[in-house]
Nanobody, 121 residues
Framework: QVQLHESGGGSVQAGGSLRLSCAASGDTSGLYMGWFRQLPGKEREAVADISSSGISTYAASAKGRFTISRDNAKNILTLQVNVLKPEDTAMYYC????????????????WGQGTQVTVST
């Protein structure tokens, strides 16, 4: 069983940066791991995912300011977000699944509880 726990959210001014972390317990070596976010009043959306070998994929809206990475030895997934904008205000979740397709188009098997990011002007 895999458990995921996010941290690193908070309140930040526009233009700032945040580094979100997701600590995993259990064997994630064969899983794709990804970040999602849910904006107020919107459905949850995928931001990026990364394979166990380090191949990453980004949503079009995330290219350029978001960087996903994972440390397999420490079992930690991170999301670096730069030049934050008010529209990045959302609950950010990490997720994992054996299928990248399931991450992007279905419902991942494993979810964290989320960490709130609030960006002010």
């Amino acid at each position: 069983q895999v458990q995921l726990h996010e941290s690193g959210g908070g309140s930040v001014q526009a233009g700032g940066s945040l580094r979100l972390s997701c600590a995993a317990s259990g064997d994630t070596s064969g899983l794709y791991m990804g970040w999602f976010r849910q904006l107020p009043g919107k459905e949850r959306e995928a931001v990026a995912d990364i394979s166990s070998s380090g191949i990453s994929t980004y949503a079009a809206s995330a290219k350029g300011r978001f960087t996903i990475s994972r440390d397999n030895a420490k079992n930690i997934l991170t999301l670096q977000v730069n030049v934050l904008k008010p529209e990045d205000t959302a609950m950010y979740y990490c997720a994992a699944d054996a299928s990248s397709y399931q991450l992007w188009h279905g419902r991942p098997k494993y979810w964290g509880q989320g960490t709130q990011v609030t960006v002010s002007t």
